[in-house]
């Protein structure tokens, strides 16, 4: 078992992209409560989804983690003046300590140290609108706006991950987080 530490936890209002910083958010069964992305369901997006867009479906981005390891990274990569901030990027919570956090596979359970179980459903893929948005809110060290694509380059296979609370409660900055694998049902443990 890996252990981390949540660094921040953020919530998103609807209407807006940036997600604010809070000391502590409420997990409830269907997602962050005040989170724009809450709820059992939510319909399918015209891009980078399964179903067809404006198809109801369930929700499995009740929440959004990240690497703050990844964020420093991307922050880099883009050369930008001011380092990125989870938040800026619409996530939810961010961890500190986790080798490869982005690319933990579906099923991966996090537990929190306030007992709050998160069950990881898949990446979190870099959107155009969000390249659009950082392209739009940042500099580079240059001064310059940095390009959409910059962002999305930076960001490809470590933007994080998006899933489903499984025991709701509190997630608090400075938490322990620990990674635990799929646990497999008893009948087939046995």
């Known amino acids: 078992m890996t252990q981390g530490r949540v660094v921040s936890v953020h919530v998103g209002a609807t209407g ?70 989870a938040g800026a990027i619409a996530v939810n919570i961010c961890i500190q300590g986790i080798p490869d956090f982005s690319r933990l596979p579906r099923g991966t359970i996090l537990k929190f140290e306030s007992g709050v179980v998160l069950i990881v459903e898949e990446y979190n893929p870099p959107c155009g609108d969000m ?36 025991v709701p409660g509190f997630i608090r900055a400075g938490d322990r987080v620990t990674v635990e694998p799929e646990l497999l049902p008893k009948w087939l443990r046995t």
């Open 16 to 85: 807006t992209l940036d997600k604010d910083a809070d000391q502590v958010i409420e997990m409830a069964l269907d997602g962050i409560v005040g989170d724009r992305h809450r709820g059992a369901t939510r319909k399918a997006w015209a891009t980078n989804d399964k179903q067809v867009g404006g198809t109801l479906r369930r929700n499995e981005r009740q929440w959004s983690a990240i690497a703050h390891e990844d964020v420093e990274n991307i922050s880099a990569a883009m050369d930008l003046a001011e380092p990125l901030t």
């Open 131 to 166: 390249a659009l948005h950082v392209s739009d809110n940042n500099v580079t060290t240059l001064g310059a706006s940095p390009t959409p694509q910059s962002f999305s380059e930076a960001a490809k296979f470590c933007r994080g991950l998006v899933g489903v609370v499984e």
